[in-house]
């Protein structure tokens, strides 16, 4: 039919506009009736973006919609590694993700830094979001009616590796989501939700609200989260979706790691976290029972 024809020929040539946000449902809509499968770590953005050439840039911030969407990814996961933006957001397209990560660390809006993990010795290279590079995602974001919260800065050297395993692990699960027709709609990190716990659980109490069991049990009620030996059970990662069906769902997850103990992994379970690990955590005692882990994490 033409190159005019293309994803990015309609809307270069043609003037098609194209926002995931809006879009992406539609979009799945028609792959599903035209009965293609996609491949399950692709979206249908990254999908548009297979043969880029030359690419539209936003009028207002000079960005391409791939570098958004690059901005995105790494906003809503506080730390992303370089090497994981290549596989899943890129496909494997080093050159661009380099030139992506050149324009917007040249714009002020990520910081790339290498970082040594010092219990493993283990070396990763990361990229955080600025606060010049949060502000209009949030902003954007309130705009139109989203809660998606997006983060900046580096978090402890100690932290890093696991904020990487989170980032894999929403990888692995939201290809599952995807392959069974889902549309993501929203991702939450462990410290929004214990932000948000310990908030309510905080303010003045009037008098008027029960004893604090009773109290305590209301605001993990209003969390869609569980108590266990009278403790909050706070996943790593919640990750809200719409199913085929346009059902809003959720499935909360967590990365147990190594140095998990067997009681803390079955209360995790018992409060119904789909439990993931990292392939170098199996030999852990905790995790030797393959009924406790629903996935592995490369690592």
């Known amino acids: 039919m033409g190159r005019q024809f293309t994803a990015t020929g309609l ?17 799945r809509d028609a792959v599903t009736r035209a009965g293609f499968q996609r491949e399950a770590h692709r979206t249908p953005a990254d999908a548009l973006y297979v043969d880029r050439g ?11 919609q791939d570098q958004e969407l690059t901005l995105t990814e790494i906003g809503k996961f506080r730390t992303v590694e370089v090497r994981d933006l290549s596989e899943h957001r890129y496909g494997g397209r080093t050159a661009h993700l380099h ?26 290279d990361v990229v955080v979001l600025t606060k010049r590079g949060r502000s209009p995602l949030s902003e954007a974001a309130r705009s139109h009616g989203r809660v998606q919260e997006f983060h900046a800065g580096f978090v402890k050297p100690a932290e890093v590796k696991h904020d990487l395993g989170i980032y894999r692990m929403y990888k692995a699960e939201a290809a599952k989501i995807e392959k069974d027709g889902g549309t993501i709609t929203r991702v939450t990190l462990d410290f929004e939700l214990k932000k948000k716990l310990f908030s309510d659980l905080n303010k003045p109490d009037d008098g008027s609200r029960g004893d604090a ?5 209301e605001i993990a009620d209003a969390h869609d989260i569980r108590i266990v030996d009278g403790r909050f059970v ?27 103990k067997a009681s803390q992994v079955q209360a995790k379970r018992s409060a119904g976290l ?23 994490i490369s690592f």
Do not use: C, H
Request: avoid cysteine; glycine fraction near 6%; hydrophobic fraction near 35%.
């Open 213 to 217: 069991v009773q109290r305590k049990q």
């Open 234 to 260: 706070i996943p790593d990662l919640r990750i809200e979706y719409e199913t085929e069906d346009r059902e809003p769902a959720k499935v909360d997850l967590e990365l147990a790691t190594g140095d998990y």
């Open 274 to 296: 789909k439990i993931y690990a990292p392939d170098s955590a199996l030999g852990s005692p905790a995790l030797k029972d393959p009924e406790l882990v629903s996935g592995l």
């Open 54 to 64: 030359v690419r539209t840039r936003d009028a207002a911030t000079g960005l391409s």
């Open 11 to 27: 809307q270069e040539r043609l003037g098609v506009a194209y926002d995931p946000n809006r879009d992406d449902a539609v979009l």
């Open 99 to 124: 030139r992506d990560m050149g324009a917007l660390s040249s714009r002020g809006l990520v910081e790339r830094r290498t970082v040594w993990n010092t219990k493993s010795r283990e070396r990763f």
